[in-house]
């Protein structure tokens, strides 16, 4: 069946390079999607790629896409304390009905 | 900017009780969703909706009912809460299937 995979945690010291990673199985998707959720709060989004680009760049953010594997990250540059989150990757169903999330990465950044 | 709200940020029922959460958006939107979140086991599609009364049951629908009367509003409902629902609830919308999610703030729900 159709699944996203993310690894659950990731530890940084500010100021470093954050990279997270997410493997997916079947998708229809236009675009795959990067959502931040901070404490107590919803999903927000992040960023987005289109489906036939391999790098979006915005800002610290870098998003790499390789279709061929199926894999998706997402690097921040100069990670802050103020990154620090659970961060989601979500591509389309294959029926293109609605989004399908992985588990989450919480990221923790140090000072 | 999209808006997505939901009626409250922190809920106490108890067992047994009936329990409506709702879910308003101010796009336009023809999609809605609730999806409950663990920790562990990440977001999980309760119920979605393509369009006003129509519904589709999402990955656990069990022990839930949606209602979706108007366009701009879409509401859970748990008929007879258990503690097992104990969890965060998350709304969205988007203005196509499969498309650009948006997020309410999310109900944190604690059934006693």
């Known amino acids: 069946g159709e699944d996203v995979e993310q690894s659950l945690f990731l530890s940084v010291r500010e100021g470093d390079s954050s990279v997270i990673n997410c493997t997916y199985t079947?998708?229809?998707?236009?675009?795959l999607y990067w959502y931040k959720q901070e404490p107590g709060a919803g999903l927000q989004l992040l960023t987005y790629?289109?489906?036939?680009?391999d790098m979006k760049q915005d800002q610290r953010l870098t998003v790499l896409l390789n279709k061929k594997d199926k894999h998706l990250s997402l690097r921040i540059a100069d990670t802050q304390t103020g990154d620090s989150a659970i961060y989601f990757c979500?591509?389309?169903?294959?029926?293109?009905?609605?989004?399908?999330f992985g588990k989450g990465t919480t990221l923790s950044v140090s000072s | 900017d999209v808006k997505v709200t939901q009626s409250s940020r922190y809920l106490v029922k108890r067992t047994g009780e009936k329990v409506f959460l709702e879910c308003v958006q101010d796009?336009?939107?023809?999609?809605m969703f609730w999806y409950r979140q663990d920790p562990g086991l990440g977001l999980r599609l309760i119920y979605f909706?393509?369009?006003?009364?129509?519904?589709e049951k999402g990955d656990i629908p069990e022990g839930y009912s949606v209602s979706r009367e108007k366009k701009e509003r879409f509401s859970l409902i748990l008929e007879s809460a258990s503690t097992s629902q104990t969890s965060m609830y998350l709304c969205?919308?988007?203005?196509?299937?499969?498309?650009?999610?948006?997020f309410g703030p999310g109900t944190r729900l604690t059934v006693l």
């Open positions: 796009m336009d939107h023809e999609n």
């Open positions: 079947d998708s229809s998707s236009t675009y």
């Open positions: 969205a919308s988007s203005p196509l299937e499969g498309d650009t999610q948006y």
């Open positions: 909706s393509y369009d006003v009364k129509m519904k």
């Open positions: 790629i289109f489906s036939n680009m």
């Open positions: 979500a591509v389309a169903n294959q029926a293109g009905t609605a989004l399908i």
